[in-house]
């Protein structure tokens, strides 16, 4: 019997022949089948034999409002007929001038410049490069540091890389990495017993002060997840964090980077993450940060494109006869895709034309009814949320918090059966999590949970 070419089977069988994927140990695919998908359509994902799955995770947190979402996809083949691409040093496009337009406009009061990348990694690059630039710039050419948080991730090019805390990415690279200064989290699971998630910050606070005070006169810039640190296990934490780093970053002159590529466009409950730092009395609520990275949600899921944002003072800081050779020079051959800029801007009209943020708040609270009951899961140590991010933290003893030993690799159980059940769920190691795009129904979350929740209880098993 021969198989049809586009089987899943047969696609299976050619891509393990020539390709190599990221994140993936490849020889797990001996065993593990890898799953050829063909189409998509809202939250769902049709492979080659016409089995669909409920796409919990929004392909890596990147989709908003559905796969082949015809609202994006018109779009961008009107702009593909048009102009697909052009050099952006010396010639600029409408797609891009208004992108920058609308970024400026929905952000935080006070960015105004926007810098243009085509991936995370590459936005984080710009912020690093571009805030050790400014100090050098100014004369403080000894500020060469950066201080980032215990577990963070802001991805995995050298310098991205060199700013993330997590082992599994970090670790074989150490060699070739910048040695950032680390900042403990404040991670609302390490409380102490009995403390508030607001106290660890305040603790946190207290610990970053102390950092800044030996440390400021070397560091260009505190680089923070704002809310959530997303690729470090779903750890989430208080947003008074946020209004506290903005204090002492003023305080001790060194730039606050805000990477909202995971956290940005609505997942965290507002449009961006830093819109929810704890007002001081008599204050509007939020923070400006120096640097606002966005990627991932920025075209909805469609195609690979990055900004930073920021302030003028930075932007002035570069600004001179080309004789002082202070120009920032960083550039990308796609940098300001016309096809990448016209798809953000179709995303960004999704946000003005419909209620996305007031739906995502009845999707959230459905999500977190449906969730609570794990709680009593003698396995399941933790149940947080915030806004479409949710996670559990599946434990092997829940008293003491002690982890399943990672070899036993009890999420990649979950993840397997949620395949076999029609739903893509991929946990972050033991942490199962819950990231969907916000076309989600209620009866579609009710779906995923129970594949979870049934995937969990095989995999804390046995
Ligand atoms: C995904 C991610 C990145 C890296 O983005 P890529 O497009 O994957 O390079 C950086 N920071 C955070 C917080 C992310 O979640």
Not at 348 to 359: G, N, Q, S, T, W
Request: with cysteine; proline share 6%.
């Amino acid at each position: 019997m021969t198989l049809p070419a586009s089987s899943n089977v047969a696609l299976a069988a050619r891509d393990l022949k020539h390709l190599w994927h990221p994140c993936t140990q490849m020889h797990d695919h001996e065993r593990i089948p890898m799953v050829p998908i063909v189409r998509g359509e809202g939250a769902w994902l049709i492979d080659a034999d016409g089995r669909r799955y409920l796409d919990g995770i929004s392909s890596w947190w990147t989709n908003l409002f559905g796969h082949a979402n015809p609202r994006i996809a018109a779009a961008l083949a009107a702009q593909a007929h048009t102009l697909e691409h052009v050099i952006f040093a010396g010639f600029t496009h409408e797609p891009a001038i208004e992108l920058a337009e609308e970024l400026v406009r929905i952000s935080p009061p006070g960015l105004e410049r926007v810098f243009l990348a085509d991936n995370g990694s590459a936005a984080i690059e710009v912020a690093l490069k571009m805030s050790f630039h400014y100090w050098l710039n100014l004369g403080h050419g000894e500020k060469t540091r950066f201080i980032a948080l215990s577990g963070s991730y802001h991805g995995e090019t050298l310098g991205a890389l060199s700013v993330s805390d997590v082992a599994l990415y970090r670790k074989t690279y150490a060699p070739l990495l910048l040695t950032p200064i680390l900042a403990p989290s404040p991670d609302s699971y390490e409380a102490e017993p009995g403390e508030s998630p607001e106290n660890v910050a305040t603790r946190r606070l207290g610990e970053l002060r102390a950092l800044l005070e030996r440390h400021a006169h070397e560091t260009c810039a505190v680089i923070v997840e704002p809310l959530v640190q997303c690729a470090g296990g779903m750890r989430m934490y208080h947003p008074s964090y946020l209004a506290g780093l903005r204090a002492l970053c003023d305080e001790f002159a060194v730039h606050f980077i805000a990477d909202e590529i995971a956290v940005g466009f609505g997942r965290t409950g507002t449009l961006f993450a830093c819109e929810q730092a704890c007002p001081e009395p008599g204050r509007r609520a939020g923070v400006t940060p120096d640097f606002l990275c966005l990627s991932k949600g920025l075209t909805g899921g469609f195609l690979p494109l990055s900004a930073v944002l920021t302030t003028h003072d930075v932007y002035a800081a570069f600004y001179a006869e080309y004789s002082a050779g202070k120009a920032f020079l960083h550039s990308h051959s796609y940098t300001g895709n016309p096809l990448a800029c016209r798809v953000a801007l179709e995303t960004l009209a999704i946000f003005r034309d419909e209620p996305v943020l007031e739906r995502n708040r009845l999707l959230a609270a459905h999500l977190a009814a449906r969730l609570a009951p794990l709680r009593e899961h003698p396995h399941v140590a933790d149940v947080r949320q915030c806004g479409m991010i949710a996670a559990i933290e599946l434990v092997a003893d829940k008293a003491a918090r002690r982890p399943f030993p990672t070899a036993e690799r009890r999420g990649l159980r979950v993840y397997l059966h949620g395949l076999q059940h029609g739903a893509l769920l991929r946990p972050l190691g033991d942490v199962v999590y819950f990231m969907p795009p916000y076309v989600v129904t209620a009866q579609e979350i009710d779906q995923l949970v129970d594949v979870a929740i049934a995937g969990i209880e095989r995999a804390v098993h046995g």
